[in-house]
């Protein structure tokens, strides 16, 4: 009797056990499940710099696109210092994150970077401008060509054919330059426009531009319209005319549609701008970084493929929007771009009722 008691509490004593790691097996198991849902994407986001106003609009809006999908976004500013950005993809690469997103000062500078990446086995994304010949899982942007043929054809309709036009375009190290400078020259070819003069400003310095109409008075006296590679570069051409009093007799185009431009465009001295929805972009951005940072396929009637250099890299690209007066409240101020009262700030009398 004494052995059979012993016998059943040495069993007892073996199956409490069992029981014990049991759950302590289990609940180490739970603490590693909810460790994995509690894991957050992690993405990295290098600027070129927010000189230009439009990449305040594009961060706040990944951001919290973002967040919503459940990911962190480490912002970086590399104020157009591309060894800053070499740093700041290098520093990404080291935290580890799941995707790094580049909106690229020097995309020619950038390709060992992007390599070192995804040796790492970091997705990468090219955010407007693309890193060309190299490895990115996505080039996300505007439709470049498109923004240049309508720079070029606003110019025509408003009857430039045969007359001369000034080219003051943006940094020559951004690749979406010269797509945009090469379509608007076809639509200046087919209509008989010559080409006074060609200038880049380096790194998107807005100065260059003014320094140009300063220093180019003869040019500037025959040129019948200024084609300006953003409207930054525009505000500067327009207030050098100004001092000149040719502010509305020269035709001027730029893009971005930055609150300055959409004034001016109503004032009368600047002819039009191209809107490119950003909110659109940055949000498209945010879920495909997303997406991929968990590692799911692109998917959607948006993406399609390109050839860049060696490599097929997937390609989202959005429509931008011919802007002028008369579609300035439909699609700027009807979408919530600038409001009303600022857009018409300096010409209230121009103001729809």
Not at 113 to 129: L, M, P, Q
Not at 248 to 259: E, P, T
């Amino acid at each position: 009797m004494v052995g059979m008691m012993k016998r059943w509490i040495g069993l007892m004593l073996v199956l409490c056990l069992f029981l014990g790691v049991s759950a302590c097996g289990a609940s180490e198991n739970s603490k590693v499940s909810e460790t994995e849902e509690e894991k957050k994407i992690q993405i990295g986001l290098t600027f070129d710099s927010f000189v230009i106003e439009r990449w305040q609009r594009d961060r706040d809006v990944f951001v919290s696109v973002a967040k919503e999908l459940g990911a962190e976004v480490n912002v970086q500013n590399a104020n157009g210092d591309v060894e800053e950005q070499k740093r700041q993809i290098d520093y990404f690469i080291q935290k580890g994150m799941d995707v790094i997103v580049i909106i690229a000062i020097d995309p020619e500078e950038l390709r060992e970077s992007v390599a070192r990446a995804k040796d790492a086995g970091i997705k990468v994304v090219s955010y407007d401008r693309l890193i060309d010949d190299a490895d990115v899982d996505l080039y996300i942007s505007f439709d470049n060509e498109m923004v240049g043929t309508m720079m070029g054809q606003a110019l025509i309709d408003e009857g430039i054919g045969g007359g001369y036009v000034i080219m003051l375009g943006g940094s020559p190290t951004d690749n979406n330059v010269p797509m945009v400078e090469g379509a608007f020259k076809k639509i200046m070819e087919q209509n008989r426009v010559t080409i006074i003069d060609l200038l880049h400003a380096e790194g998107w310095k807005a100065e260059i531009a003014a320094s140009y109409v300063y220093a180019n008075s003869v040019a500037i006296q025959q040129a019948d319209a200024i084609m300006c590679g953003n409207d930054d570069l525009a505000t500067q051409v327009v207030r050098a005319l100004a001092e000149s009093r040719q502010a509305g007799d020269i035709l001027v185009v730029g893009q971005d549609a930055d609150l300055a431009a959409c004034q001016r465009i109503v004032e009368g001295t600047q002819l039009m701008t191209v809107y490119k929805p950003v909110e659109r972009l940055a949000t498209r951005a945010a879920e495909a970084s997303v997406a991929l940072g968990r590692g799911e396929m692109l998917s959607g009637e948006d993406v399609t493929v390109m050839e860049s250099g060696g490599y097929t890299v997937p390609y989202i690209g959005l429509e931008p929007i011919s802007v002028n007066r008369d579609n300035m409240d439909e699609v700027i101020i009807g979408s919530g771009f600038h409001l009303k009262e600022d857009v018409y700030l300096n010409a209230p009398d121009q103001m729809p009722q």
